[in-house]
């Protein structure tokens, strides 16, 4: 991790084991997160740019002496920010995604920034947020409450896409918005798609060409597979791994994964790891480290870290590559049919309606009608009316299709009146904020809201894989590959029932044809119901916890809910599984200790 402050006091407090990076007095650096420092130029601002960056020596050094131009976060490959030290400010410029996140609160008359929520918790002594917890639980679906909030209270997360000011004398931070994904007609998204995952996958391979990468046979794993082994060099092959229930080796998952194997000219050696009933779903989950907030990966961690700890003993794997992220980045929502209508493009919406009727095995008609209401409802007044859902003045209504703004999760009978005061608080607050990507169409805006949660708590497994000495990474978050998508025009988006066409367009005649032609994708959902059983017991424990404890959880109406899912009443999981991630990541945070801070003083005379 990564930080620094605004003032330039003498007396900044350090992260224990934390050193200076780059000789900046005001910043500190603790592990292995990459800084590329821009060479000085008198009289101008100090740059530094942190993270992943594919920049190039002399790419580095044109920031020199120049005002750092607003493209600077997603013009190259990786996951970044980029720091200026001013007289009056540090300015901090942040990626599009959420991909690389940065969090600041207010501290000595100053800011504090850091990669770390939690270690600014630590420095400030702030709480767990009890309204940013009961979001996560009863509105998982909506990142759009959430805003700039993070799990601490009074430590916010920089908004993404912007330059940020932070004041030295702790005025109020000057936000200015850099990134939009307007439609650009000019630029093939196809194109820039291949260019923009290849560059991203290239910029891993050459910082560790002994890497390794997830081959599951889905198309966004297979893509970032095949890219890696041909971007490597001999003696180099590309370590690739597929997971399968142990005893099954006649799934489709594994014959693609073969298939594309088979098809590397031997540049990829290919591994397969059974999974026992050691690796179910719910194992352990009250062991996982510590994290910014709560990993998506929580209720599979023993799958996740167990093939990483393998791969790590065996293999020597130390930097691994995945497909996650892509599902968000390559599907179109249904939300564009209300793009389509607003565009008059009735015959296309007719067309994608029936094709996703087909699809889900649903009436049309809902689907054009949520379409048409949706069309004809704002953004701010549908987040009025999750306010009013929230606050029990409504009812959501699921016969449209989920062609909406927003979809809520129905509301679970174990949800404390406080949860839903915090959650329609939160919804109330969101509908009168300033929407800075107002201008863009409804199905683009909602792609950014659901890419920037994706990519935001992806690195909180990326906390977990650090664990396990594996330095986990994304290629379909990079900003550069999701500016590249989200700026296709209306007229060149693929239908809402395509599956991932744009990809296929792009790398298809990299993938073995079979592959490509593929539409489906294997699921270990069966192994959630079969893990909830075998560790009921402990999941019951975790019922009476800290969400409790907050006020947020009846923990006997959770308790009976719990029991009834285990034992296979029809009933919708995903506030039930969030609540128990989100206690998991409470239990961690609670038991393990909060990163330590030290000033070092100058020492007195005798």
């Known amino acids: 991790m990564i930080g620094g402050f605004s003032t330039t006091s003498v007396d900044l407090p350090r992260l224990l084991g934390a050193q200076e990076p780059a ?95 939690r270690a600014l918790a630590s420095l400030t002594g702030a709480d767990v947020d009890a309204r940013r917890v009961a979001c996560a639980v009863l509105a998982p679906s909506v990142p759009a409450l959430v805003g700039n909030r993070t799990f601490f209270s009074g430590v916010e997360q920089l908004p993404a896409g ?38 991203a996958v290239v910029l891993r391979v050459q ?41 099954c080796l ?25 999974l026992g009933a050691e690796h179910l779903p719910y194992s352990g989950i009250t062991s996982v480290p510590a994290t910014d907030e709560p990993a998506p990966s929580t209720l599979t961690q023993a799958r996740l870290l167990g093939q990483l700890r393998w791969m790590h003993r065996e293999l020597g794997a130390r930097t691994h590559l995945t497909g996650d992220g892509g599902d968000s980045v390559l599907f ?37 009608c949520g379409a048409a209401t949706m069309a004809r409802t704002s953004r701010s007044d549908a987040l009025a009316d999750l306010t009013r859902y929230f606050s029990g003045k409504a009812t959501s209504s ?35 904020a300033v929407d800075p990507l107002h201008q863009l169409d409804a199905s683009v805006h909602t792609l950014v809201d659901e890419i920037r949660e994706v990519a935001r708590t992806a690195r909180a497994d990326a906390e977990l894989a650090a664990s396990c000495g594996i ?45 490509a032609a593929r539409t489906t994708k294997g699921s270990f959902e069966a192994d959630h119901f079969t893990g909830m059983r075998a560790h009921l017991d402990e999941l019951q424990e975790l019922g009476g916890g800290h969400l409790a404890s907050l006020g947020l959880l009846d923990p006997t109406r959770f308790r009976r809910h719990l029991r ?23 239990h961690a945070h609670r038991r393990n200790p909060a990163p330590t801070w030290f000033v070092n003083l100058p020492a007195r005379g005798v």
């Open 207 to 247: 910082a560790d060409p002994t890497l390794s990468s997830d081959l599951s046979g889905g198309l966004d794993s297979t893509t970032v597979a095949v890219l890696a082994a041909h971007s490597l060099r001999a003696p180099h092959v590309l370590n690739a791994v597929t997971i399968h229930p142990e005893g």
């Open 564 to 586: 009834h899912a285990a034992a296979g009443v029809p009933m919708p999981l995903a506030t039930l599984e969030q609540a128990l991630m989100t206690e998991a990541w409470l």
């Open 471 to 515: 330095d986990l990474h994304n290629p379909f978050l990079d900003p550069s590959v999701i500016d590249a998508v989200l700026r296709n025009p209306l007229e060149r988006r693929p239908s809402v029932h395509g599956y991932k066409r744009l990809l296929v367009r792009a790398v298809g005649d990299l993938l073995p044809p079979a592959v």
């Open 23 to 117: 000789s900046w007095s005001t910043m500190w650096q603790s592990g292995e997160t990459p800084v590329h420092p821009v060479p000085i130029s008198a009289g101008k601002p100090r740059v530094l740019v942190i993270g992943w960056c594919g920049a190039t020596a002399g790419q580095l050094s044109d920031l020199s002496g120049t005002p750092v131009p607003a493209d600077v976060t997603w013009r190259w490959p990786g996951a970044y920010a980029v720091i200026e030290e001013r007289t009056e400010s540090v300015v901090v410029h942040t990626d599009p995604a959420a991909a690389f996140p940065l969090y600041a609160t207010r501290w000595g008359g100053g800011w504090a920034w850091s990669t770390s929520a």
């Open 250 to 274: 006649d799934g489709a998952d594994l014959c693609y994964a073969g298939l594309t194997a088979a098809a590397s000219a031997g540049r990829i050696s290919h591994h397969l790891l059974p």
């Open 162 to 199: 912007s330059r940020i000011e932070l004041p030295r004398n702790g005025n109020p931070l000057r936000c200015v918005t850099t990134w939009c994904p307007e439609p650009d007609p000019h630029r093939w998204a196809h194109r820039q798609l291949r260019r923009a995952l290849t560059d």
């Open 332 to 368: 179109q929502p249904p939300a564009q049919l209300c793009d389509l209508l607003r565009a008059g493009r009735w015959r296309r919406t007719l067309r994608e309606a029936y094709g996703w009727a087909r699809l889900r095995h649903t009436p049309v008609m809902p689907l054009l």
């Open 398 to 432: 699921h016969d449209r299709g989920n062609v909406r703004w927003f979809a809520p999760l129905p509301i679970p009978r174990w949800a404390e009146p406080a949860a839903l005061g915090h959650v329609a608080e939160a919804a109330a607050q969101a509908a009168t």
